[in-house]
Antibody, heavy 116, light 110 residues
């Protein structure tokens, strides 16, 4: 079965760091562009980043310089390293696989809460 | 970064038809594919339409997509109470080099 499973969400203080994982099963994550997307309470979906098959990375302005993505091909896992976390980063974080120019497969999400 | 523009809410009676618009610009909708997602509370978003007007396997033909110029539309016919959800459009923006989502439209089936 093709699946994505996020993990690593937690309660963290402002200014802190957290690393989220996105584990792929049923396919090789290196064969697809995989993106990170979040949704804050009461708000819409917000695109964050893209880790392309060729290793290129793209980020939204809101996380550029604070978040970074990486991939472990051997473990078939994608990571989102989040630094300098702010209250506004509190959200449900999803990873999603791109196919046919769309987010075809989504994980169930992992919750990040930034609060003192 | 700007988002694609969707109406905040739409509503219709069971069995009726509704359309949800998504307005953008030449750098996103005008020259790139549009996709649509259904998001139910507590669940992951679900892909409804890709490549402007194509349905993934398993998506009923009650859902349709179209694009004209810098706008796109999601249509839902034969509305069911289970269709109540938030709906989002998305497109790559070639100038900003980011994916843009619409602000989301809450569908109420009266």
């Amino acid at each position: 079965e093709v699946r994505l499973v996020e993990s690593g969400g937690d309660l963290v203080q402002p200014g802190g760091s957290l690393r989220l994982s996105c584990a792929a099963s049923g396919f090789r994550c290196s064969d697809y562009d995989i993106h990170w997307i979040r949704q804050s309470e009461g708000k819409g979906l917000e695109w964050l980043s893209d880790f392309a098959t060729g290793g290129e990375t793209y980020y939204s302005d809101s996380v550029q310089g604070r978040f970074s993505v990486s991939r472990d091909n051997a473990k078939n896992v994608l990571y989102l390293q989040m630094n300098s976390l702010r209250d506004g980063d509190t959200a449900m974080y999803y990873c999603a696989r791109v196919s046919s120019n769309a987010f075809e497969i989504w994980g169930q999400g992992t919750m990040v809460t930034v609060s003192s | 970064q700007s988002v694609l523009t969707q109406p905040p809410s739409v509503s219709a009676a069971p069995g009726q038809k509704v359309t949800i618009s998504c307005s953008g610009s030449s750098s996103n909708i005008g020259n790139n594919y549009v996709s649509w997602y259904q998001h139910l509370p507590g669940s992951a978003p679900k892909l409804l339409i890709h490549d402007n007007n194509k349905r993934p396997s398993g998506i009923p033909d009650r859902f349709s997509g179209s694009k004209s110029g810098t706008s796109a539309t999601l249509g839902i016919t034969g509305l069911q109470t289970g269709d109540e959800a938030d709906y989002y459009c998305a497109a790559w923006d070639s100038s900003l080099r980011v994916v843009l989502f619409g602000g989301g439209t809450k569908l109420t089936v009266l």
